[in-house]
């Protein structure tokens, strides 16, 4: 697991990358230093970032012998540690919460010795001898009446927030359960056999697998406003870490009807994360607060998404791509940043492969500018995908971006009405990019605005209704961390 630390009273002549390493070497596996660092502006203490091992103990001193015999001891501080269960050997959660956790004591305790016969049933899983009750409090699902099989079944029906664009999850689950097992049939209270009704079907025993692929398939908003509160098993796997490894915020933009705060959510989901936040999609409520969060509480991230994040400043994502070394794909519709964001996250991520920033194109000549493109050649050496929709970039900035950009092997300039690929720089595309797509070409798999109107003013937004409606939302009071 990366993990950020601040070295200490690092002596001057090791304040370089190769005495940090040296130093760093001893909590785990030296991976990057933060930009400052690097440029040696800020002495009081070293930023670098260190793959650890779940079992190895952090010193809070490491003590570096120097040439002339002299010792000085380097302080350990670190700022942000994610919960780890010695139990399971890994990062993501603590003893405490380990779905490992041991049955409760007090059953061995209620036994009689010469219940060991029992006792040795119920270890070896006995279905005649198991209890009507499982660890974590869920009903067995066998046990439940066709009454409570029925009402979990319309909890799912009457959410229209557990929604995607798949579909229904009270259809997705009748799918899922088909592929899976087959025809399910519930008996009724006499025994006998009712017809296949979507209301009917036993969820609580679908297979946790299955319910987690099921339930990945939504986003971070409908999980914490209805899929969690369905049953006490979708609620537990909620819980769980691994299912925040990917963050979707995506919404329908009428924050101002909405009873909550998502940036608190949003940052509620990062803990849940327990560190392992590997992709998170932002729209329309993104922070220069919220990026700095999500930097201090990961050091995984690949993939980063902003769409229309207004208040999202290029001084937020210059702060922010330091704390990103291992981000592969950028993704940034609209917004007030440029240049400056751009060669940050050039210098701070070589691994990134992917960058989508995308504006509204205008044909209007007065607002040429090669500013953005020019930046990307000269520090997104590696790039193979770019997607620059409604650019204002010329001839001049995409030839600089082909010299500057080598490995580059799709390209879209769909509105970019200031590029001409007639003549040999068309030719060139032609020859160096497998995947091109020209200024004209359609722009119907495209779920944004691409170009200004007439009158020359934006009209941001989607193009097409990919979300359905979320009308029933509740109210957060039983978590304790929005404003009701």
Request: with cysteine.
């Amino acid at each position: 697991m990366p993990v950020w630390f601040h070295l200490r009273n690092v002596p001057l002549e090791l304040f370089t990358q190769k005495g940090l390493s040296c130093i760093a070497s001893v909590l785990g596996t030296p991976l990057f230093m933060d930009r400052i660092t690097a440029n040696q502006e800020r002495l009081e203490y070293a930023k670098v970032c260190v793959e650890i091992d779940v079992l190895k103990e952090i010193p809070s001193h490491i003590d570096v012998k120097m040439r002339n015999g002299s010792r000085v001891s380097v302080t350990v501080e670190v700022p942000w540690m994610p919960p780890k269960c010695i139990r399971c050997s890994i990062f993501g959660h603590n003893e405490k919460t380990c779905a490992r956790k041991p049955v409760v004591a007090a059953t061995e305790e209620a036994m009689q010795p010469g219940d060991s016969v029992a006792k040795a049933n119920l270890d070896e899983g006995s279905d005649s001898e198991k209890p009507d009750i499982e660890v974590g409090g869920l009903l067995n699902a066998s046990k439940l009446g066709k009454a409570q099989i029925t009402k979990v079944g319309r909890v799912l029906e009457k959410s229209s927030c557990l929604k995607s664009v798949s579909g229904n999850l009270f259809e997705i689950l009748n799918s899922a359960v088909e592929k899976e097992n087959g025809d399910v049939f519930i008996n009724d209270d006499n025994g006998s056999e009712s017809s296949k009704e979507l209301c009917q079907r036993n969820w609580l025993e679908l297979p946790r697998d299955l319910t987690v692929s099921i339930l990945s398939r939504l986003g971070a908003i409908q999980i914490i406003e209805s899929a969690q509160k369905v049953c006490m098993q979708c609620r537990n796997i909620c819980k769980d870490p691994s299912m925040w490894r990917s963050i979707d915020m995506r919404n329908l933009d009428d924050l101002s009807s909405m009873p909550y705060d998502l940036e608190k959510m949003c940052m509620h989901a990062i803990d849940r994360s327990c560190g392992g936040l590997v992709d998170i999609n932002i729209e329309y409520f993104g922070t220069d607060e919220l990026l700095a969060y999500i930097a201090h509480r990961t050091n995984n991230l690949r993939r980063l998404r902003l769409v229309m994040c207004w208040d999202v400043s290029d001084e937020g994502l210059i702060e922010a791509a330091s704390e990103f070394p291992l981000l592969e794909e950028l993704e940034i519709y609209f917004g007030d940043t440029g240049k400056d964001s751009i060669e940050a996250f050039g210098s701070c991520c070589p691994l990134l492969r992917t960058f989508k920033y995308n504006q509204e194109g205008t044909r209007d000549p007065s607002y040429q500018s090669d500013e953005e493109a020019l930046a990307i050649a000269e520090n997104m050496h590696g790039l193979h995908h770019l997607q620059l929709i409604g650019n204002k970039l010329t001839n001049r900035g995409l030839q600089a971006i082909l010299d500057g950009c080598p490995y580059l092997e799709s390209l879209d300039l769909r509105k970019c009405f200031h590029v001409n690929l007639k003549g040999d720089i068309g030719k060139r595309c032609a020859e160096q990019i497998k995947n091109l797509r020209r200024p004209d070409d359609s722009i119907h798999d495209y779920p944004f605005t691409a170009e200004m109107n007439d009158s020359g003013f934006s009209s941001y937004g989607y193009d097409s209704d990919d979300y359905n409606d979320c009308d029933d939302y509740g109210d957060y009071y039983d978590y304790g961390y929005f404003d009701v």
